[in-house]
């Protein structure tokens, strides 16, 4: 069975963070462990707090998961502190093999910061270089690289941007821009753009947390990287379709939809 780590925050809600990330590898037929980094409480119309773990948990949590269980591929999410950061970054050097899907979350569906603004540039020195998928939304894009994203090219240069400070590929999500289309575009040795409908629904938290976790798991099954997003976008469209209708306010997926459709 395949092996999936999630490094990532907790969201008391269930919707977003490491157990979304966790109902998805159970979905799509993996073995999910985690690497709790933050708590957070919070529900489908708020973040009420977040409150960081020590470095020393963070890291003795990867090391056990790594010494004994083994990993095929690792998600990583919310790190909220340059502490927290180094001690991640510090870990995967030990597991250079392992390909990593980055999807470096700056902020809740609501607004609340789930990143420390000291520790933006650690993200971005520290892991983006590591990432073999960098999976950033439009805000998160503009704020790792400085520049702006209001058109399909400006996308497109921020993904090379990114591919320039290391990563190997760069997945610039656009769900955040306007229209009925959701353009994302995947910038590495090949460029894509992969063009989906827009579904109004207020049930889209932890959508981001959910691709990037289906993408892992893909390229834990040695998918190519362009067949691990497609296949990633085709099973969060299909979660955000089927989604529960839980809560007031930005509700979860149904991650269980399809039940491994990849087996």
């Known amino acids: 069975m395949l092996r999936l780590l999630t490094i990532a925050g907790s969201d008391s809600g269930g919707g977003a963070g490491l157990q979304a990330d966790l ?3 159970q979905a799509l037929g993996a073995y999910g462990m985690s690497v709790v980094t933050a708590v957070t409480a919070q529900n489908t119309l708020r973040v009420g707090g977040v409150w960081a773990l020590p470095t020393d948990a963070v890291r003795e949590q990867m090391s056990m998961v790594l010494e004994d269980l083994g990993v095929d591929a690792i998600k ?3 790190l909220f502190n340059v502490g927290i950061i180094e001690t991640v970054a510090g870990m995967l050097q030990t597991v250079p093999e392992i390909p990593v899907v980055l999807d470096p979350v700056m902020r809740a569906k609501g607004g609340h910061s789930l990143l420390e603004p000291s520790a933006e540039a650690a993200l971005l020195s520290r892991l983006v270089p590591r990432a073999h998928v960098v999976t950033p939304n439009l805000p998160e894009a503009q704020a790792l ?3 702006p994203v209001d058109s399909d090219e400006a996308r497109i240069t921020a993904g ?3 591919r320039d400070l290391g990563a190997r590929w760069a997945l610039i999500k656009g769900g955040h821009g306007e229209g009925r289309q959701i353009r994302d575009h995947l910038i590495g040795p090949v460029e894509q753009t992969f063009v ?3 579904i109004d629904t207020p049930h889209t ?6 691709l990037s976790s289906a993408i892992a798991v893909g390229l834990a099954r040695g998918l190519s990287v362009p067949d691990a997003i497609g296949l990633a976008e085709g099973y969060v469209a299909g979660a955000i379709r089927q989604a529960p209708g839980l809560g007031h306010g930005h509700g979860p997926l149904n991650h269980q939809w399809g039940m491994t459709p990849w087996r």
Request: aromatic share 4%.
């Open 23 to 25: 109902k998805t590898f």
């Open 76 to 78: 990583i999410g919310m």
């Open 145 to 147: 690289t400085g520049l």
């Open 160 to 162: 090379r941007r990114l």
């Open 196 to 198: 989906v409908e827009r």
């Open 205 to 210: 938290h932890g959508t981001g947390c959910t």
